[in-house]
């Protein structure tokens, strides 16, 4: 049952899917009334284990300040079963990702997009398609769950488009990449908490 739970995945847990983690709880947390309870649990984990424990990638970290969110006590960690079991929806980089999901956690491919094209799914579905309610973890958890299943039945309306791994790129490859999660991620934020 609630919260929500979102689980951000990249390769190794140090750039991407560590900026999706803690955008998602900026954004949704930006919508909440003042002293709402935070109706999402937003977390990542990579598909490599040679991060495990590490801090946010400097750039990473920087990019995901400048916009408002803190990297503070970050540490990568690499996927495991607890992870994909208590997700309510998984959101990848890439393909790559999904494939290693597939292989490893096929249960759970009803529930795993990649980012890009998740985003680009649920700002097809209109808020007449979802439970109403409140900025409640329940109503929340309620529309969520509803947009998973809608989303896995409209796969084919959006073609798949990777987020590019930007380790070691320029600043203004961090902000394009920080700038694709964002417009990602804003269709489910807004579907959440309308």
Known sequence: M????????????????????????????????????????????????????????RSAARELNSRGGDDSGFRARHMASEHVESADLILTATQEQVDYIAAEYGYALDRTFLIRHFGMIVDTVTQDELPSGDASPADVYARGTALVKLADRRRDIAVPEPLDDPWRGSAAVFTRIGDEIDAALAPLVNRLLP
């Open 2 to 57: 609630p919260p929500f739970s979102v689980l951000h995945v990249c390769l190794g847990n140090i750039c991407r899917s560590p900026m999706a983690e803690r955008l998602f709880a900026l954004r949704v947390s930006e919508r909440l009334p003042q002293g709402a309870e935070q109706p999402v649990l937003s977390f990542s984990c990579g598909i490599a284990d040679w991060n495990t424990g590490a801090s946010m990638d």
